[in-house]
């Protein structure tokens, strides 16, 4: 139960680093009237603001979770982009980044539960 909560501390910071990613792109989308216009904005520096608590959602989440499982967590990382994009950026999931999504679906899901999951689809055959 204790590690179910910093997974979960995990998965937040991933899914605010994705949103942060998709207003930095929204935000590199305008023009601006100085160089310094584009970096010192309240889209850019609010995007940064949530990736470095994202961080610190990382940092709290890996007290309670194995370094091992950590990265398969971040991985969902690229599903929230390609989702929020979708939605904000009206990006398309073709084929291949489709299939790219399933890969690491399937590979956060064996990876999560190991050897249960790579038996029982065994036993099925």
């Given amino acids: 139960m204790i590690m179910t909560k910093y997974a979960l501390i995990i998965l937040f910071g991933t899914f605010i680093a994705s949103c942060s990613q998709i207003v930095l792109k929204k935000a590199a989308e305008k023009e601006y009237p100085s160089k310094i216009a584009e970096y010192l904005n309240p889209m850019v520096m609010g995007a940064y603001i949530v ?66 999951i790579v038996n029982a689809i065994i036993s099925m055959f």
Avoid at 60 to 78: C, D, H, M, N, Q
Avoid at 95 to 100: L, R, S, V
């Fill in 51 to 116: 990736f470095f608590g994202a961080s610190l959602c990382s940092v709290l989440g890996y007290k309670g979770v194995p370094l091992s499982l950590g990265p398969i967590l971040e991985a969902t990382g690229y599903i929230w982009v390609a989702v929020l994009g979708k939605i904000f950026l009206n990006e398309k999931i073709g084929a291949k980044k489709a299939t790219g999504l399933l890969v690491i679906i399937i590979g956060i899901v064996i990876a999560s539960f190991g050897s249960d």
